[in-house]
């Protein structure tokens, strides 16, 4: 089992930037593939970004790709969202995830956190 934890998120300015972080507890952290979703006002939560145990392999959705980078440490149990050239639509809870299954993790992971708000004002 895993817990999450966010951080990292607030108010910037479009065209800004971010780095949100996830620190996870658990000895099995390098064993899972690990995810960003977002849920904006009145949206259904939506796919942000994945990466793969190893972090060799990474996906991202259309609307991010090329502006958000995900990364992680697995010697600090940490998954990190670097967002930079930030947009108003940007705005939302964002929420770390976790699961054995990459493809899972995508889509519909085992473990959430308790998400963290990104603000982006025009």
């Known amino acids: 089992q895993v817990q999450l934890v966010e951080s990292g998120g607030g108010l910037v300015q479009a065209g800004g930037s971010l780095r949100l972080s996830c620190a996870a507890s658990g000895r099995t952290f390098s064993s899972y593939a690990m995810g960003w979703f977002r849920q904006a006002p009145g949206k259904e939560r939506e796919f942000v970004a994945a990466i793969t145990w190893s972090g060799g392999s990474t996906y991202y959705a259309d609307s991010v790709k090329g502006r958000f980078t995900i990364s992680r440490d697995n010697a600090k149990n940490t998954v990190y969202l670097q967002m930079n050239s930030l947009k108003p639509e940007d705005t939302a809870v964002y929420y770390c995830?976790?699961?054995?299954?990459?493809?899972?993790?995508?889509?519909?992971?085992?473990?959430w956190g308790q998400g963290t708000q990104v603000t982006v004002s025009s």
């Open positions: 995830a976790a699961d054995l299954s990459p493809a899972q993790a995508m889509g519909a992971p085992g473990y």
